[in-house]
């Protein structure tokens, strides 16, 4: 099945056997605030000013996630950010997630190396089949990681650009955070994405510790 076949997280629950869980992962008040540089900030408002109905889905990636994403990438330089890169597990789990974050090949390899993060755009804002693509997404990494120990945890989010959602994937369990992000809180936003990273460069260093 193509990601896109997944349109709600009961698709992926049924058929890999997992357990949904809303609770709180993040406590938003331990969370740093970033200010976002006078370049991100140019970039966003010029763009939300003058297409703010006419973005492609295209153009909201790369012109309102990507550059967020990047902000946050240039303080976590052993992380690679790629972009609509197709990965197939078999022929029953395949599609291009919007976004994933991975680790950098160490010896410079141009190769998608343990992806930890999955950001899916909610297309047409619709955040219910956001989340079934991104499980299955989440399902897909995380078989591609199956050979590592302990197995990494798989973070997702989903996001129209000016909304931002978050979960998790831990073994057979998936955790939706209940209470999402909004633009207009760009600091904490990039705040919670610095955690995510850091968190996926942790994780990086005790897989290296332990080969």
């Not at 992926?12 to 331990?30: C, N, S, T, V």
């Not at 540089?37 to 153009?59: I, N, R, T």
């Not at 897909?140 to 199956?146: G, I, R």
Request: proline share 5%; glycine share 4%.
């Amino acid at each position: 099945m193509s990601f896109q076949d997944f349109v709600s997280t009961d698709v992926a629950l049924e058929k890999y056997d997992l357990i949904r869980r809303d609770e709180k992962m993040i406590d938003y008040g331990q969370i740093q605030p970033i200010s976002p540089s006078d370049v991100l900030m140019d970039s966003l408002e010029f763009d939300l000013k003058h297409h703010p109905q006419l973005l492609s889905e295209y153009a909201l990636c790369e012109r309102i996630i990507y550059p967020i994403l990047r902000e946050v990438w240039k303080r976590h330089l052993k992380l690679e950010v790629w972009s609509h890169i197709p990965i197939q597990v078999d022929e029953e789990l395949s599609g291009v997630p919007d976004y994933l974050i991975a680790r950098k090949s160490p010896r410079g390899f141009q190769r998608l190396e343990m992806p930890l993060l999955v950001v899916i755009e909610a297309k047409r804002e619709d955040f219910i089949t956001g989340w079934g693509q991104c499980l299955a997404a989440m399902v897909a990494v995380q078989k591609l990681n199956s050979g590592i120990k302990p197995l990494p945890v798989i973070y997702g989010m989903v996001t129209t650009g000016r909304i931002w959602e978050i979960g998790k994937l831990e073994n057979q369990v998936v955790t939706i955070h209940p209470f999402n992000l909004s633009l207009t809180q760009l600091n904490l936003l990039l705040g919670v994405l610095d955690y995510l990273f850091a968190e996926c460069e942790a994780q990086l260093a005790k897989i290296e510790k332990s080969v």
